[in-house]
């Protein structure tokens, strides 16, 4: 069973950066693409950045030139670099897997706050 397990949310003031991890166990990384998905309050869940197997990367268009999203094949983790933040950055994150080969074969992680506050 694959788990996600995030780290790194805090409280940040405009302009400055926090680093999201998100630790994959369970199966073979590899095999997965990689998200980062973002709820603020009142708002619907919204993509923010994908990275694939390949290393293919993909933002949405509020988080380009600010955030950057890596992966570490021996660490088994996916990384969210977010620079110059925003008061709109304000969310919860959440790291998602999905299964290339099997792509209704979906996991979450548990979320991690990220406050971006004067």
């Known amino acids: 069973q694959v788990q996600l397990v995030e780290s790194g949310g805090g409280l940040v003031q405009p302009g400055g950066s926090l680093r999201l991890s998100c630790v994959f166990s369970?199966?073979?990384?590899?095999?997965?693409?990689m998200y980062w998905y973002r709820q603020a309050p009142d708002k619907q869940r919204e993509l923010v950045a994908s990275i694939t197997g390949g290393g293919i990367t993909n933002y949405a268009d509020s988080v380009k030139a600010r955030f950057a999203i890596s992966r570490d094949v021996a660490m088994s983790m996916v990384t969210l670099h977010m620079n110059s933040l925003r008061t709109e950055d304000t969310a919860v994150y959440y790291c998602?897997?999905?299964?290339?080969?099997?792509?209704?074969?979906?996991?979450w992680g548990q979320g991690t706050q990220v406050t971006v506050s004067a």
């Open positions: 369970g199966s073979f990384f590899s095999s997965y693409d």
């Open positions: 998602n897997a999905r299964n290339v080969l099997a792509p209704t074969n979906v996991y």
